[in-house]
């Protein structure tokens, strides 16, 4: 039973260009989603995250959008850079005393120079 | 700066051998997961562990077990490794009242 499904798989832009990756989750009680970013290599790490009270985060280039009645949220990189490529994982949790993460199956990015 | 080490980057064991993979955090926090991470499959809760000696199965624990003697140490144990079990193991710990984990580098795990 997939929670958080994640989509593209993988995805190729052109340095500059707008990549986003989109999920979309079952379970209501959700009420935590972040985006984790994996280097070759390396553990995934947080990038950015958000709460269901509010439609859009920005940090930096990255920015989530989130719609709650539809159960989707996504992510954009503005003016996407090569040392953006990595892997990204959407995820989401629920408060209380376990909060696991339930992961999406992940986006290799890559951005061509 | 916070951090999670596992004991091996690569490991190559032999079908049936019990395998111990070890993570340690330096952070004191009270909560700890093994996941495994697949392609196309993100990553899979183990098991995880919310206090010392305290531990819950996670989506896949069939065929693991777990070990949390201290709080620091998180011990992900395979009694007889398969060749399903070849993967990617990531460790991570996160303090109580938050949402954030932080990852190990991982083990690349090999069962020949």
């Known amino acids: 039973q997939q929670q958080v499904k994640q989509s593209p798989q993988s995805l190729i832009v052109q340095k500059g260009g707008i990549p986003i990756i989109n999920c979309a989750y079952e379970?209501?009680?959700?009420?935590?989603f972040p985006w984790y970013q994996q280097f070759p290599g390396k553990g995934p790490a947080l990038l950015i995250a958000?709460?269901?009270?509010?439609s859009e985060k920005k940090e930096g280039r990255f920015t989530i959008s989130f719609n709650k009645s539809a159960k989707q949220f996504s992510l954009h990189i503005m003016d996407s850079q090569p040392g953006d490529s990595a892997t990204y994982f959407c995820?989401?949790?629920?408060?209380?005393?376990?909060?696991?993460?339930?992961f999406g199956s992940g986006t290799q990015l890559t951005v061509l120079p | 700066d916070v951090k999670v080490t596992q004991s091996s980057r690569y490991l190559v064991k032999r079908t049936g051998e019990k395998v111990f993979l070890e993570c340690v955090q330096d952070?004191?926090?009270?909560?700890m997961f093994w996941y495994r991470q697949d392609p196309g499959l993100g990553l899979r809760l183990i098991y995880f562990?919310?206090?010392?000696?305290?531990?819950e199965k996670g989506d896949i624990p069939e065929g693991y077990s777990v070990s949390r003697e201290k709080k620091e140490r998180f011990s992900l144990i395979l009694e007889s490794a398969s060749t399903n079990q070849t993967s990617m193991y990531l460790c991570?710990?996160?303090?109580?009242?938050?949402?954030?984990?932080?990852f190990g580098p991982g083990t690349r795990l090999t069962v020949t």
């Open positions: 991570a710990s996160r303090a109580s009242g938050t949402h954030e984990q932080y």
């Open positions: 379970n209501t009680a959700f009420d935590y």
């Open positions: 562990s919310y206090d010392v000696k305290m531990k």
């Open positions: 958000i709460r269901p009270d509010v």
């Open positions: 995820a989401a949790s629920k408060s209380g005393s376990a909060r696991q993460l339930t």
């Open positions: 952070m004191d926090h009270e909560n």
